[in-house]
């Protein structure tokens, strides 16, 4: 049976009535929104055939377990676009490109590294099942669409599924604030999966020994590291630059 669960916000309800509209159940409205925004989203709704209830913003406080929902919220089916990653690395036409997120417990951090996935045209984002955030209704909401777009995949065992993307000729390249390499000074291998660890943290032991290599983002400033999402966005956009040079 599929899994229901409830999104907010404009950004990710929107998106998801563009391009899934079939997944929305019905759509909860603050009654008392009349602006443009909100009409938009009942021309749509209406456009999709997609049921929509006009509430009291205390019900959709209660729904979404928070009072930052813009009014909006929307009880949706998870999407099942691929079973396994194995599945979505054999339908792929061009080299791989994806981004493993090692513990990210921010759903902030995760909602923004899926916006720079689908930015940067990554295949997937990988995260382990374990000490990690999952995809609820905030990643949503900060994802603005992204949770929808890019392939997510939860792993019971993050080593091994490294170990297992090697085999398949993956290149792993990790983010290390004491890595000998600089980004902007290696040659960007692709198929590629790039391996960003938790906020503070860094990677485990374990999955910084899978990679095949380490690089540093070269920094000019006095902070010492950056958000992972903003660290993301750099590293997937050096991969593009080279991939687009080529």
């Keep these: 049976m599929a899994h229901a669960q409830y999104i907010f916000g404009f950004h990710a309800i929107t998106s998801r009535l563009r391009q899934h509209p079939d997944s929305i159940r019905e759509i909860y409205l603050d009654a008392s929104r009349k602006d443009q925004r909100a009409r938009d989203l009942i021309n749509m709704a209406e456009t999709a055939s997609t049921r929509l209830i006009l509430c009291e913003p205390d019900r959709l406080d209660k729904i979404t377990g928070t009072t930052r929902h813009q009014g909006v919220a929307a009880h949706v089916t998870k999407l099942h676009q691929y079973t396994t990653l194995d599945d979505l690395l054999d339908g792929l036409t061009e080299p791989a490109l994806l981004l493993v997120l090692d513990g990210i417990k921010d759903p902030h951090n995760l909602g923004a590294c899926l916006r720079v996935a689908d930015a940067f045209g990554a295949h997937a984002v990988v995260v382990p099942k374990d000490r990690a955030v999952g995809l609820s209704a905030t990643v949503h909401k900060v994802a603005s669409g992204a949770a929808d777009t890019v392939p997510f995949f939860a792993v019971t065992n993050l080593a091994r599924t490294l170990r297992e993307l090697k085999e398949m000729n993956i290149w792993i390249a990790g983010t290390a604030a004491d890595a000998p390499d600089t980004l902007d000074s290696v040659t960007l291998k692709r198929p590629i999966a790039w391996v ?22 070269p920094m000019a400033g006095s902070i010492e590291s950056l958000n992972v999402s903003v660290s993301a966005g750099i590293c997937l956009f050096e991969t593009f630059r080279q991939s687009s040079k080529s």
Excluded at 200 to 213: A, S
Aim: hydrophobic share 30%; net charge neutral; charged share 35%.
């Design 196 to 217: 960003l660890g938790a906020e503070g943290e860094g990677m485990r032991r374990l999955t910084r020994e899978t990679c095949d290599q380490l690089v540093r983002i």
